[in-house]
């Protein structure tokens, strides 16, 4: 069994796994679909502003594939792979789902009216964000096994 202190394998302390995420208090998916990033600096804690004033703006969504926040998150997550060096694992972004994308965007308040004054355009918004998630998980998937097939000492 590897241990913290081992190099030839996963690194295990007592029987958890060590593993490493893209900055985890960042709002990573909100950001790439535009919300504005808010640092709390006196909380230690980064929060998103709403972007939309209502779930009929979906039109106003920022390609997710145009992101510089996306390009910020695939080349921070690609990074985490190679200093790993395969000693750890490394794990996508925290990310919040369709919903909670959906409250991010319009401010909560917002989205429970929207669920009954505008469901038709609530549901267009719905499946915006959850492509989004799923998009954003690819991405970094696809950017881990580009780099550990690159780098040799990253194979599992």
């Known amino acids: ?6 190099t030839d394998g996963p690194m295990i302390v007592d029987d958890l796994l060590v593993t490493r995420a ?10 790439v679909r535009g919300c504005p990033v808010a640092p709390k600096l006196d909380a230690g804690s980064i929060y998103s502003e ?13 390609a997710p594939a145009d992101s510089p926040w996306l390009e910020l998150l695939k080349e921070y997550t690609w990074k985490l792979v190679e200093d790993s060096g395969g ?11 369709p919903i909670g994308l ?9 989205m429970c009216y929207a ?21 954003v998980a690819k991405a970094q ?8 097939r690159a780098a040799p000492h990253c194979q599992p």
């Open 115 to 135: 669920i009954d004054d505008d469901p038709v355009e609530l549901r267009a918004l719905m499946q915006a964000c959850m492509e989004t998630f799923i998009m």
């Open 50 to 62: 709403p972007y939309l004033d209502g779930p009929d703006q979906t039109s106003r969504l920022p």
């Open 1 to 6: 069994m590897a241990t913290a202190d081992s």
């Open 141 to 148: 998937e696809a950017g881990m096994m580009i780099v550990t």
């Open 87 to 97: 000693r750890y694992q490394i794990v996508q972004c925290l990310q919040r789902g």
């Open 22 to 31: 893209p900055i985890g208090k960042m709002t990573w998916v909100e950001a």
């Open 102 to 110: 959906i409250s991010a965007l319009l401010c909560h308040s917002e």
